[in-house]
């Protein structure tokens, strides 16, 4: 028997633009919807409702958010459930008392909307069960020392608890993508980091090859001072040594505040 969904999104007509590689297999929706059992969900870009429908099955309530107008009027046709409400709108325009009460996003997001969505989930401390590109996850759980350590791994560690679910080959979607996926639960933990320190990590982690007195030295034009004074900072800092991608997300925290208050006290 031919794969509905499948037939629906040749239908459609996919559009590269928004990212639009459509979840085709069912087991894997009623996975990541048994996450949200009971609770009040939101789904960033439902598609072709079959997470949705899922979720309806098994949520108390559900807001799925559809920017496509062609994709939200198939899913209001398509998708009629007493504890659904489909919007046909960007989801990152939406004001926070348009997602008064919800408590979990699941998603099967588009791949270019990965690191906005998890930094709207930062800033609301929503609980989230998200599939993403398998290389982009692989750089949320990459450890210290390891080759995909990155800014967005040391951030993710310091804010979140994340779970790997399971890898999701690229032939459950169509269009197939050119990558497999991963559904990751993502917790949040209870640290907030400012926009100052998040900046300054991401500068060390620019230089994360470097010894952290070099990584500091080379970053000078970006905190707006000299590499005399650069290194001064340096200095009182300490670790001066160690090369950044070695030290744990926590060392690179405290690294940072200390950073942030030089430059309070050179300004």
């Not at 087991?27 to 949200?36: P, Q, R, T, V």
């Not at 670790?239 to 200390?258: A, Y």
Request: with cysteine; aromatic share 6%; hydrophobic share 40%.
């Amino acid at each position: 028997m031919p794969n509905e969904y499948i037939m629906m999104a040749k239908a459609l007509r996919p559009k590269k633009s928004l990212g639009q590689n459509f979840l085709v297999n069912e087991h894997i929706a009623e996975i990541e919807a048994a996450y949200a059992s009971g609770r009040n969900v939101i789904e960033i870009g439902p598609g072709l409702g079959i997470l949705t429908r899922q979720l309806c099955k098994t949520s108390k309530k559900v807001l799925a958010v559809e920017k496509d107008t062609r994709v939200y009027n198939m899913l209001i046709e398509r998708e009629s459930h007493r504890n659904l409400k489909v919007l046909n709108s960007d989801f990152f325009s939406l004001t926070n008392e348009a997602l008064d009460g919800f408590d979990i996003v699941v998603s099967n997001i588009p791949y270019q909307l990965s690191s906005k969505t998890l930094m709207w989930l930062s800033n609301h401390g929503m609980e989230a069960v998200l599939c993403l590109q398998k290389e982009f996850v692989e750089h949320m759980l990459a450890k210290p020392g390891t080759k995909k350590y990155s800014k967005l791994g040391v951030m993710m560690a310091l804010t979140n608890k994340v779970t790997q679910i399971m890898k999701v080959p690229r032939s459950n979607f169509y269009p197939i993508p050119k990558v497999d996926s991963i559904i990751v639960l993502v917790k949040p933990l209870d640290r907030s980091i400012s926009p100052k320190i998040a900046s300054i990590i991401g500068m060390l982690m620019e230089h994360k090859k470097k010894r952290l007195k070099n990584a500091i030295a080379d970053s000078s034009k970006y905190m707006g001072v000299s590499k005399e004074a650069a290194s001064r900072i340096s200095d009182k800092i300490g670790n001066g040594e160690d090369r950044v991608f070695k030290l744990l997300p926590g060392q690179i925290l405290e690294i940072s505040g200390r950073i942030e208050k030089e430059l309070k006290n050179m300004a």
